[in-house]
């Protein structure tokens, strides 16, 4: 496993791990502000060992991608859920070769791939309903301690194990993706427990960064998860960058995550309008979350806040009313403030081009703004 900003000095060295590992199947992560890169890299991969099967999956992978899907050198694109695609296309891969794979390439639900320069998509890929029997991520394969040379999630650079313990969402909110579909899966509180428990033991990692994007959906898993981390007496650091919802939490619930370890939460309120949070279908309970927000700042856990502007018919009024909001808290660590990104694949790209909305697209390459 390869990370472009971890292992390589220059997106050009990838030569040298394609010269000395000669692969057979060559697979890239794509997501949408890095699309450059990934077609500069897969032009690199197609040119050194163009008889490699070079894949490309990845939250970008959905039929608005134009920028990837025309890239000529890639073979097949995975869409959403990879895990089940990726072990069936291997599979055909070692029994038939890719020329076999390549003409049974129809039969696998969950890919794009080009025909005759038409790209076809075959049928979806049904969701994984019990993630609790994937196996958690190899670390054997990337030398972790390459990372600690980097700024982490925690901003610092102590070793961090990344879990991803539950997929869906059920809310709708209009700018959001919806790779992992509208039905929460989660894993169990005790396959988070071992996980933990290996990595901690194995590799002596203590800070753990949880990046679902509803970790406490499940209010009984939560509350199961701290139980269990608490009783162990493990001394961890648990972060969620990624955001948790205010609404699924009281001061209890917070108090129990904190003693489990929480050092940083994020939330995301994204406006403080009444009429916007209706309109966006993000229906956050504004008043409760500043009682959250604040009760985490006072319990000396780092707090960060995510708002937006730019979204369809707001005013100016309600664009400063949101930032009016932050300025109410006195112990915020990071305040973000972004401007809305229309991502393809979201109800609100759609919106835009119903309305003829132009969108940069160029926007897309940086991740925040200047």
């Not at 895990?83 to 029994?95: A, M, Q, R």
């Not at 390439?105 to 979806?124: Q, T």
């Amino acid at each position: 496993i390869i990370s472009t900003i971890v292992d390589l000095n220059d997106i050009e060295q990838i030569e040298n791990v394609l010269e000395e590992f000669t692969p057979d199947i060559i697979g890239i992560r794509a997501v949408i502000f890095y699309d450059k890169t990934v077609n500069k890299l897969a032009a690199i991969c197609k040119k050194r060992i163009p008889e490699a099967l070079l894949i490309v999956g990845g939250p970008e992978i959905t039929a608005e991608s134009k920028s990837i899907l025309s890239n000529a050198a890639i073979d097949l694109f995975i869409e959403g859920e990879g895990e089940e695609t990726l072990c069936e296309i291997v599979n055909y891969h070692l029994k038939r070769g890719k020329k076999g794979l390549i003409n049974n390439l129809r039969y696998i639900k969950g890919v794009f791939y080009r025909s005759n320069g038409e790209i076809l998509k075959n049928d979806r890929r049904e969701l994984i309903c019990d993630i609790n029997k994937l196996p958690i991520p190899d670390y054997e394969a990337i030398e972790l301690e390459r990372y600690t040379k980097f700024l982490n999630y925690g901003y610092n650079r102590r070793k961090m194990g990344v879990l991803f313990t539950s997929r869906g969402c059920p809310y709708k909110c209009i700018y959001c993706h919806n790779i992992f579909g509208k039905t929460f899966r989660n894993r169990s509180a005790q396959s988070i427990y071992d996980e933990i428990v290996y990595l901690n033991n194995k590799y002596g990692i203590n800070d753990f960064c949880i990046v679902d994007d509803n970790f406490t959906f499940n209010r009984e898993r939560v509350d199961e998860f701290t139980t269990k981390i608490i009783d162990s007496n493990l001394k961890l650091n648990l972060y969620f960058p990624n955001g948790l919802r205010a609404d699924s939490l009281n001061y209890e619930r917070v108090d129990r995550l904190i003693q489990a370890g929480m050092i940083w939460v994020t939330f995301s309120l994204e406006t403080a309008s009444e009429r916007l949070q209706r309109f966006i279908k993000k229906n956050v309970d504004i008043a409760k979350l500043e009682r959250i927000v604040n009760y985490c700042c006072e319990k000396g856990v780092i707090t960060n806040l995510c708002m937006m502007v730019g979204f369809p018919t707001e005013s100016l009024t309600e664009a400063e009313e949101s930032l009016n909001y932050l300025a109410r808290f006195k112990k915020l660590v990071m305040p973000y403030y972004f401007s809305v990104k229309y991502y393809p694949g979201t109800e609100i790209y759609s919106m835009a081009e119903e309305f003829g909305i132009p969108i940069n697209e160029d926007a897309f390459n940086n991740p925040y703004h200047g």
